[in-house]
């Protein structure tokens, strides 16, 4: 009887472990948070607010200009030593492979990248504008506000530069956040905007 009730309680105890599992993974589906994030992206797409932008020229833009046609923006840092690399290279596949007609924009979330910062980035990964323009965001909230609605999450290092998590985001021609890949997979944002993902 005893060993009968302890087979029991385990098969409880793997039952309950299995239905937390697969609550806590969206169904099996994102075993990160960074999954997890990026599911409810592509199930709930995100309106994006409309920040100004100023590029390495110094000129004014806002988010709002590229309304009208799908976007793909990266957030980076013109001194990043590592994953910002690794994004510019997608966007440098990116802007080989996408018509035209799709902009690029790389949007520092550094407050000290200046026009002369942002021109050294895009130097580095040959960001010729208007097709890749690549630009900081001036106002301190707005900025803020932008990337608390990607769930861009950008911690200072304490060595003068950040950790963050990074991806290449894909924002429809209503300024809305539809969709989140990671930094290796230009191809599938080449084939979601095919696909009418913008």
Known sequence: MRVALTALAAAAVAA???????????GGRAFTSEAAR???IAAAPRQLPDVGLIDRTGAHLRLSDYRGAPVVIEFVYASCPDICVALGSAFERLNTAL??????????????????RL????????AIAPRWRVAGVADNAERAALLATAEVVVIPDGAGGFVHNAGLYLVDAGSRLTAVFDPDDADDVVRALGRGGG
């Open 16 to 26: 309950v472990g299995a239905a937390a599992l697969w609550w806590g993974t969206d």
């Open 38 to 40: 990026r599911l409810d």
């Open 99 to 116: 018509p035209r007609r799709i902009p690029l924009v790389s949007i520092s979330f550094d407050p000290a990248d200046g026009p002369e």
């Open 119 to 126: 021109g050294w980035f895009a130097d580095r990964h040959r």
